[in-house]
């Protein structure tokens, strides 16, 4: 919601919101001269208001949508503005359960050193820029494709990238064979996919495409069309070569993690695609410094500790963090986790069980309901009982 808010403010209109909470992303609002309000009250909505803007978390019996219905206010969900802004124009959609903010800001790097100036949406801040938005004034308009809620459906992208696909957002989807079925509706739908063949649900879907239009990518498959060897990692950093179908392309990513190469061989893809230069494809790797809270940075403490910050909440995302701290790590590896959303624990106990393996101690503190209701059995103490099945380097903080 933050970075249509500023896309909508640098266009010259007039945005106001509201939020439960000052958090990170309010503050940064509020630094640009956007006015939020705390908390949900009718009177929030102003007497000019031309439309309202609400995410999917927003149910319909909040005070601010009653009013917005009372007042015959148009009113669109996040992702039908964002589908609205983005299929006037020529769009490249990444989605994926994993490394699609990532992917996004990287796709925005490349076309930046391409001087293509495009407009782009993303799900987290840029570190170089320290932003989440690029307002350009070219017809490229890069967005991340959120599959949460199914909204990605909406989008018409010229280039699609689908980085995974992972059993998440069951509240929504029910089945995990479901969520499939939306991410090949929405693969189909692209002029030109660029897909993770390593994914297994993304091959076969690859294999369903005419060649022409889809372009695979691999972290080791020579089938893919784009595959990396020779990978070398010291210690933040990665080199490795990029087999294309036009030659050999030596590749530096400054972002530590086998997953973030990952995420760069997609942009080999779309370089591919839209025919910019090998150097101009090399610098954006090299000079992108990331994304906030996709382990970054914090601080330096006392006897040499190092303190990072990821956003990671799935299982996967968890076991591609703990990779990448392993990398850069000189001694112990000490994790502090919060899960995420009762459901969430719960579809995944077992994939949550598993995937610490990789640290030396877990701090496990209580699960953050994001909205939910507790569920009965599902709560932290019981997690950390079952990582101490496989890994016994958990406590749990109560």
């Known amino acids: 919601m933050s970075s249509i808010a500023q896309y909508l403010h640098l266009k010259g209109f007039k945005v106001e919101g509201s939020d ?20 949900h009250n009718p009177q929030n909505i102003p007497n000019d208001v031309a439309f309202v803007v609400a995410s999917s978390a927003i149910k319909e019996d909040n005070p601010e949508i009653i009013e917005t219905k009372k007042r015959g206010i148009r009113c669109f969900r996040r992702y039908e503005l964002l589908a609205l802004l983005f ?24 076309l930046l050193q391409a001087s293509l100036n495009p407009t782009a949406i993303i799900g987290g801040r840029i570190q170089k820029i320290k932003q989440n938005v690029m307002c350009g004034n070219s017809h490229f308009f890069i967005a991340e494709a959120d599959e949460s ?67 695979t990518y691999s972290l080791n498959n020579k089938n893919a069309q784009f595959w990396a060897e020779n990978i070398i990692h010291t210690g933040k950093s990665s080199q490795f070569v990029v087999n294309t179908p036009q030659g050999k392309i030596d590749i530096k990513l400054n972002i530590p993690g086998m997953h973030n190469i990952s995420n760069s061989l997609a942009i080999v893809g779309l370089a591919h695609i839209l ?5 101009q494809l090399q610098k954006a790797l090299e000079f992108f410094s990331g994304v906030d809270r996709r382990f970054s940075f914090r601080s330096f403490l006392k ?18 963090t703990l990779q990448a701290a392993r990398q850069v790590a000189k001694s112990r590896v000490i994790a502090i986790f919060q899960p995420h959303r009762y459901t969430r624990v719960q579809s995944l106990m077992d994939e949550f069980s598993k995937c610490f393996r990789l640290a030396d101690i877990v701090f496990l503190l209580d699960i953050y309901p994001a909205g939910e209701k507790p569920i009965e059995g599902i709560n932290s103490k019981v997690l950390s009982e079952n990582i101490n099945k496989f890994s016994n380097n958990c406590i749990y903080m109560d």
């Open 20 to 39: 439960l909470s000052e958090s990170k992303n309010v503050l940064a609002l509020k630094e640009i001269g956007i006015k939020i309000h705390l908390g």
């Open 87 to 110: 299929n006037e124009k020529f769009g490249i959609a990444v989605a994926g359960s994993h490394g699609k903010t990532t992917t996004t800001s990287l796709a925005t790097e490349l």
């Open 303 to 320: 006897n040499d500790v190092v303190v990072y910050d990821d956003y990671a909440h799935h299982p996967k995302e968890i076991e591609a």
């Open 149 to 215: 809620d199914g909204g990605f459906l909406l989008l018409n992208p010229k280039i699609s990238i689908v980085t995974n696909i992972d059993n998440d957002h069951l509240n929504y989807y029910k089945f995990f064979e479901n969520e499939v079925e939306a991410f090949k509706e929405f693969i189909k739908k692209s002029d030109y996919a660029i897909l993770n063949i390593d994914d297994e649900n993304l091959s076969k879907i690859a294999n369903q495409l005419e060649k022409e239009r889809c372009f």
């Open 275 to 279: 025919r910019i230069e090998k150097q």
